[in-house]
């Protein structure tokens, strides 16, 4: 199925609120300001293993190494040859896609996903596959040229070179390329001085200069580990206290301000206000609570499919008359925000039973409070889906729908193919939500006390 969300008549006043309203407010989450820490040194002189050190220390999922290694260029027929009889220098600069590594970093730093390529040293040769990175808070960038090009330097918020002895430099590059590359010793001591070591002296040493922090002994050097981890800490008690900050300020004028007009509210009929008495009611069993809420969550799905675009179809009729009805344009995919969301998953799939499905895990940090993303799985190619359903439980405060929109905006879905699904809401979550997303729909079940406690998750899974 396929669908875009149709825009209901507004009143002129209302919509140039609406349009001064979004261009004052702004979300930005902790990954749109993200921190790039170079880690430079010889081949062999402990870059890897200092940068994974530093992850294991801070133990945070925010916290991830990209290694230059990726960024080989893709080499031809001639240089293919070269690179097996161990005869190519990839101890240059020339070797390295900076072209393509500046790209990605420049995506990353802006908040948005990037490609990185994945490199076969057994293949000596790009891979057609990709991997994706997102939500970073902090990346550390390592390789022998992560401090060369200038165009790098200025994305870079801390350098860092690492220095080892050159015996043990070569010792470390014999073993990992024998055991982890398909390379045998003699090939190993070729390269080193047909290549890296004079490459070394004219290129990767001057990085030195430019270094905020020299590293001798690598993960040895307790310091220097305490030095870069308090910082990287550091960077990411700011980026909190800026997001919560920002959140914060989205709430000025939740009171006075009327709702957007594009939040639609399911009307309260007598079998809503029922349904809505046994869901609430202290001493409803499980099992009648399940079987309500999820005849509740069919009605809020179909209210959400009410906002998405159709064109007309004729079809016959099994008694043979021409019938002129409405199918959906195109494919309607799902995003469910875990874990409150899952309770619409058997709703979504009595109203759209091959719906494909995307999930988002957002945790709220417990000193905090601050929303904070976990996993993300989208479905493949959800840019070009006609309409997305973004469902979830509740929405108190609206952080996590903050959050959660920002990631399908992030991945290319326009805003007004966002329809985003919930049980109940606060009217400061709603405000939050429209104030910064203005083209999104939202369709509430039922308007709540503001930053009221999950509770529809703990019953619909009894736990």
Known sequence: MNIGIGTPPVVADHRQQRDSVAKRA??????????????????????????????????LPWVVILSMDSFYKPLDAASSKLAFKNEYDFDSPEAIDFDELLHCLSELKAGKRAQIPVYSFEKHQRLEKTTTVYSPHVLILEGIFALHDERIQGLLDMKIYCEADADTCLSRRILRDVRDRGRDVEGCIKQWFGFVKPNFE???????????????????????????????????????????????????????????????????????????????????????????????????????????????????????????GLTAKGEVSAVIVLRGGATFETGLHRVI????????????????????????????????????????AQMP????????????????????????????????????????????????????????ERWVEKRYFRC
């Open 202 to 324: 004219k290129y990767v040493q001057p990085q030195r200069g430019v270094a905020d922090i020299i590293v001798p002994r690598g993960v040895e050097n307790r310091v220097a580990m305490s030095m870069v981890t308090q910082y990287i800490e550091r960077k990411l008690l700011e980026k909190s206290t800026h997001h919560r900050a920002a959140l914060k300020s989205l709430e000025s004028g939740f009171e006075s301000e009327p709702l957007s007009e594009r939040v639609i509210v399911l009307q309260q009929t007598t079998q809503l206000r029922g349904m809505g008495t046994i869901i609430q009611d202290i001493d409803t069993t499980s099992e009648d609570f399940i079987f309500y809420f999820d005849r509740l969550s069919c009605l809020i799905i179909e209210q959400a499919l009410n906002n998405v675009h159709f064109k007309e179809q004729v079809i016959q009729t099994p008694q043979g008359y021409r019938y002129q």
């Open 353 to 392: 039973p091959d719906c494909r499905t995307g999930r988002l895990l957002i945790q709220s940090n417990v000193r905090t409070g601050e929303p904070e993303l976990h996993y993300l799985k989208l479905p493949k190619d959800i840019s070009k889906h006609e309409s997305v359903l973004l469902l979830d």
């Open 26 to 59: 702004h979300y930005s989450p902790p990954w749109a300001d993200l921190s790039i820490i170079g880690v430079a040194g010889s081949s062999g002189s402990g870059k890897s293993t200092l940068s994974h050190a530093i992850v294991s220390n801070l133990n």
């Open 397 to 452: 405060s609206g952080g996590s729908a903050l959050m959660a929109v920002q990631v399908l905006v992030d991945h290319g879905v326009p805003q007004d193919k966002i329809v985003f699904a919930t049980y109940s809401a606060g009217r400061v979550g709603v405000h939050r939500l429209t104030k910064v997303f203005p083209e999104i729909t939202v369709v509430v079940g039922n308007m709540v006390a503001d930053f009221e």
